[in-house]
């Protein structure tokens, strides 16, 4: 079984100021790695996602995650962020070899908010 | 925008009541998925539909009963709903899965449910 901590509930920071959503798991299997966003009243989008090669993955929204396999890591970066970065994201577990047939594992969300 | 289509967006039910959401893609995939997201709790997994066959169910109560008619189509019928399962339910669909063919899933805007 997997299992997703994201330590921050809550992340204000400035605008244009740097910023890093954290995100550890915990799986007996390899995993794919994901981040997705949700805007208000909305559903979730994908940002990034992680399943081989390159341990830097680069997203849309200008987001980098880098996946740490000694850390069992998958943190969230954005180097500048804006006003319209305010969201919650969330990071998420799959199992790679399909042993749940697909299902994403949920941390509990950060709720990023960027002031003026 | 993300082809997976929920109905309707918002929508209040009396305890008494009997409704049914509804979640329509047209992405070509055919696992489908429901997800319950809850103020203060992860988005947790209620139902997933491989092929049009549920495959998992995460103890849900049975006041909650999902149909899965074809692979575009998918519905969560309710009834006798208590208040604590006012909450914003997500329906989301993926290709199929196999050894490296992971894909992420694609999620609905969501239907955000309050039972009084």
């Known amino acids: 079984a997997q299992s997703v901590t994201q330590l921050d509930s809550q992340v204000p920071v400035f605008e244009e100021a740097p910023v890093e959503l954290r995100c550890n798991y915990s799986?007996?299997?390899?995993?794919?790695l994901f981040w997705y966003v949700q805007y208000p009243n909305q559903g979730l989008q994908l940002l990034l996602k992680y399943l081989s090669g390159s341990t830097l993955v680069k997203g849309i929204n200008g987001f980098e995650a880098e996946f740490n396999k000694s850390q069992t890591s998958f943190h969230l970066r954005k180097p500048s962020v804006h006003i319209s970065d305010t969201a919650e994201y969330f990071c998420?577990?799959?199992?790679?070899?399909?042993?749940?047939?697909?299902?994403?594992?949920f941390g509990k969300g950060t709720k990023l908010s960027v002031k003026p | 925008e993300t082809g997976v289509t929920q109905t309707p967006r918002h929508l209040v039910m009396g305890m008494t009541n009997k409704k049914s959401l509804k979640c329509e893609q047209h992405l070509g995939h055919n696992a489908m998925y429901w997800y319950k997201q809850s103020a203060k709790k992860p988005l947790e997994l209620m139902f997933v539909y491989s092929l049009e066959e549920r495959v998992e169910n995460n103890s849900v109560p049975s006041r909650f009963s999902p149909e899965c008619p074809n692979s575009s189509h998918l519905f969560l019928h309710l009834h006798t709903l208590q208040p604590e399962d006012s909450a914003l339910y997500l329906c989301a669909s993926s290709s199929p899965r196999g050894p490296g063919m992971n894909t992420e899933a694609f999620f609905g805007q969501g239907t955000r449910l309050t039972v009084v």
């Open positions: 799986s007996s299997v390899s995993v794919y």
């Open positions: 998420a577990v799959s199992d790679m070899y399909g042993g749940s047939q697909g299902n994403l594992i």
